[in-house]
Nanobody, 126 residues
C-alpha cells in the first residue's frame, strides 16, 4: 500500500507562488492517476488537479486553471503542484491521492482516490 507524504505548503502573500510535492513510498504510484485535492476550513474536500500515469493528460478545477500546474516524475515517485497567482481563497490543506492504475483520464470525484497523505497547509493572505 502506497504511503504518500505532502510537503511544500506555507504562508504566502496573495499573488505569490508555492510548489507542493507529493512523495510516495512505493513505485506503484508510477502506474496510477494522481490527484491533488484541498479542504478549506468548514468545507468539503474538493478536486484541484490530476494527472494520468503517463503524464499526458491533466485536469484542473475551473478555479485554478491557468494558475496551477501539475506534473509528475515517475522515476522519483513524486507528483508536484506548482501554484502561482495565489489568492486568499486558495487557503486550504492540500492532499494528494492515488487513483486508477493505467487510467487514460482524470476523475475529479474524491471517491475515485485513495491512499491519502496527511496534507500540507497553504495559507494565502491579502
Amino acid at each position: 500500500q502506497a504511503q504518500l507524504v505532502e510537503s511544500g505548503g506555507g504562508l504566502v502573500q496573495a499573488g505569490g507562488s508555492l510548489t507542493l510535492s507529493c512523495a510516495a513510498s512505493e513505485r506503484t504510484i508510477s502506474t496510477r492517476t494522481m490527484g491533488w485535492f484541498r479542504q478549506a476550513p468548514g468545507k468539503a474536500r474538493e478536486f484541484v488537479a490530476g494527472i494520468t500515469w503517463t503524464g499526458r493528460t491533466t485536469s484542473y478545477a475551473d478555479s485554478v486553471k491557468g494558475r496551477f500546474a501539475i506534473s509528475r516524475d515517475n522515476a522519483k515517485n513524486t507528483v508536484s503542484l506548482q501554484m502561482s497567482s495565489l489568492k486568499p481563497e486558495d487557503t486550504a490543506v492540500y492532499y494528494c491521492g492515488t487513483s486508477t492504475p493505467f487510467g487514460m483520464s482524470v476523475g475529479q470525484t474524491e471517491t475515485l482516490y485513495e491512499h491519502w497523505g496527511q496534507g500540507t497547509p497553504v495559507t494565502v493572505y491579502a
